[in-house]
Nanobody
Framework: QVQLVESGGGLVQAGGSLRLSCTAS????????MGWYRQAPGKQRELVAT???????EYADSVKGRFTVSRDNTKKMVSLEMNNLKPEDTAVYYC???????????????WGQGTQVTVSS
């Protein structure tokens, strides 16, 4: 069974830092674009940052210069380093990845279960 498992959320004061990690497990042969999305209460889920298999990155304007997305292909892992956190960064953060099945060769898109990030003022 293919799944994405996230870790690293928590409570932090404004100006602080957190690091989120997400590891893909199961019968996977390749990982494509991986990234992070977030959803605050009463709002739609939005893109935070993505990174392609060629390590090209994309960031939401609101996090540019504060967040850094990276990946480790050997570990099938994507991470998000979050610095200078603000109360408006408070949300549930979801890992997302395009993964290739080891058996069928088909690519599918997967979501993690979400991890809460709360930034106090």
């Amino acid at each position: 069974q293919v799944q994405l498992v996230e870790s690293g959320g928590g409570l932090v004061q404004a100006g602080g830092s957190l690091r989120l990690s997400c590891t893909a497990s199961g019968s996977i042969s390749n990982t494509g674009t991986m990234g992070w999305y977030r959803q605050a209460p009463g709002k739609q889920r939005e893109l935070v940052a993505t990174i392609t298999s060629g390590t090209s990155t994309e960031y939401a304007d609101s996090v540019k210069g504060r967040f850094t997305v990276s990946r480790d292909n050997t570990k099938k892992m994507v991470s998000l380093e979050m610095n200078n956190l603000k109360p408006e960064d408070t949300a549930v953060y979801y890992c997302n990845a395009n993964l290739q099945s080891l058996y069928s060769g088909h690519w599918s898109n997967y979501w993690g279960q979400g991890t809460q990030v709360t930034v106090s003022s």
